[in-house]
DNA sequence: GAACACAATATTGTATACAATCCATTGCCG
DNA sequence: CGGCAATGGATTGTATACAATATTGTGTTC
């Protein structure tokens, strides 16, 4: 499988090809082209991106690790499914770290970075308005990781990175259809207030949106989407 | 070491090759067997653990995901180095997360859950009172992860179970040989809190104690340890 | 016709072989 | 003698082959 050369010139630090593959299937997940629960073959994804499951297993393991994919030996790797207690505890999470993320990204941001924040949200308003729900709830995401990178705290953006990650997920499967999104307004006010400096109400502003988003899920129905067959079809009675 | 986790699959299945290495080797980094910047061989430990590179490289990019070990390309995988900055960042992310854990560990916490870290105590009591300093040491941070675990909160307990692993090598490399290793007392203090269902306390002696860890490392001195050796070798006027 | 046992198939787990890259030594030339 | 370039050795990156395991299909028995 050579692949003919891209007009690429020679860059020392080429991108490892497991990160090529693992970043391309973080990015179907986040756009919600993969579901939940679906089954990633090891011989399929090696097919598609031209590589061997090597590369795929690799990229996979990766992904595990973030838990955006769920591993069962013997059996293979799946787009994870997190369960509600999960979901909580990812929101939790988030409303613990986010908020000091956004004051400090407050202290240090610099004119580059506002641009920076500026453009995510004007790409998100697009998406949105295009229709394009996936790639707008993306492009959400990486606002706060971007928010996250500019507070200076890369190991908090670590975490942060993989909350959203797991986010994900998570709006792929509780999100409630009444609440409408709404939270480019949320972004917006964010923007302003890490602009004007004022960390205390970045601080708060980050804790309410993520509380919105917490609250416009469905946490409490027992429609828990199932882990296995056999747990989602038995009878609740029963 | 890690417990199973609560999503135990129906199957029982045998621990996989590549966690037997990957565990080892954290073993050995946490007690400070291998140093920072220790170069890990392929071939090498493959070896000793008699299984083939496949599993070895699996279990070394599961350390590096967790930033115990850094893997340059096409150079081999060592273990890591974190720099000073790196290090401050690592204390002031326990030091937002534990004291909140610490205060929900003491709301959840059964009558098992203080004999667990009573007997975590008396184990690294016992460890140091042997000599054994590194193992003191990787108890000790048992001691932060099981507080975590208690507290319910998977997620920010696999957090936690990142911070603590690099903390260790945070004191490796940093750790003022000035200040003595009296943590005994502030983990003592803690459990008294738990068990007596005092979260605000709990709360308030995990944080002075992240505090007290934090000040009793040397953070400061240009003495960084080098990365790699060109850059230990080179003047530092030129 | 239903339930079970067994065989066939497909998929993952691991080892090994080969290719690519880096590092060190060595030899050459200024 | 010092700096630079070519070359050899060692190590990692990737692909492939083989082994182990789970799942599915089929046949037999009651």
Same mark, same amino acid.
Request: glycine share 6%; charged share 25%; with cysteine.
């Given at each position: 499988?050579?692949?003919?050369?891209?007009?690429?010139? =020679?860059?020392?630090?080429?991108?490892?090809?497991?990160?090529?593959?693992? +970043?391309?299937?973080?990015?179907?997940?986040? +756009?919600?082209?993969?579901?939940?629960?679906?089954?990633?073959?090891?011989?399929?994804?090696?097919?598609?991106?031209? /590589?061997?499951?090597?590369?795929?297993?690799?990229?996979?393991?990766?992904?595990?690790?973030?838990?955006?994919? &769920?591993?069962?030996?013997?059996?293979?790797?799946? /787009?994870?499914?997190?369960?509600?207690?999960?979901?909580? +505890?990812?929101?939790?999470?988030? +409303?613990?770290? &986010?908020?000091?993320?956004?004051?400090?990204?407050?202290?240090?941001?610099?004119?580059?970075?506002?641009?920076t924040l500026r453009a995510h949200i004007a790409e998100e308003h697009a998406a949105m308005a295009a229709?394009?729900?996936?790639?707008?709830?993306?492009?959400?995401?990486?606002?706060?990781?971007?928010?996250?990178?500019?507070?200076?705290?890369?190991?908090?953006?670590?975490?942060?990175?993989?909350?959203?990650? =797991?986010?994900?997920?998570?709006?792929?499967?509780?999100?409630?259809? &009444?609440?409408?999104?709404?939270?480019?307004?949320?972004?917006?006010?964010?923007? &302003?207030?890490?602009?004007?400096?004022?960390?205390?109400?970045?601080?708060?502003?980050? =804790?309410?949106?993520? /509380?919105?988003?917490?609250?416009?899920?469905?946490?409490?129905?027992?429609?828990?989407?199932?882990?296995?067959?056999?747990?989602?079809?038995?009878?609740?009675?029963?």
């Amino acid at each position: 499988m050579n692949k003919p050369h891209s007009t690429q010139p =020679r860059t020392l630090h080429r991108l490892a090809a497991s990160d090529r593959v693992a +970043e391309a299937l973080s990015l179907a997940i986040h +756009e919600h082209r993969l579901s939940p629960g679906t089954k990633l073959g090891e011989d399929e994804i090696g097919e598609v991106y031209g /590589v061997s499951r090597t590369i795929v297993r690799t990229a996979l393991q990766s992904l595990a690790h973030i838990q955006l994919v &769920e591993m069962h030996r013997n059996r293979g790797a799946f /787009v994870a499914q997190p369960s509600q207690q999960e979901a909580r +505890e990812v929101f939790e999470a988030r +409303e613990l770290l &986010e908020p000091r993320t956004a004051h400090m990204a407050a202290a240090r941001a610099t004119a580059a970075d506002i641009d920076t924040l500026r453009a995510h949200i004007a790409e998100e308003h697009a998406a949105m308005a295009a229709g394009d729900r996936g790639r707008a709830l993306h492009l959400s995401g990486l606002f706060h990781i971007e928010i996250a990178r500019i507070a200076g705290q890369t190991t908090i953006a670590g975490f942060v990175d993989e909350l959203i990650a =797991r986010s994900s997920l998570i709006i792929a499967l509780y999100w409630r259809r &009444e609440s409408a999104l709404c939270e480019s307004h949320a972004h917006h006010d964010l923007i &302003e207030a890490i602009a004007g400096r004022d960390g205390p109400s970045a601080e708060d502003l980050m =804790r309410s949106h993520l /509380v919105d988003l917490h609250s416009a899920l469905d946490l409490h129905r027992s429609a828990a989407p199932a882990r296995s067959l056999k747990e989602a079809l038995q009878k609740p009675g029963s």
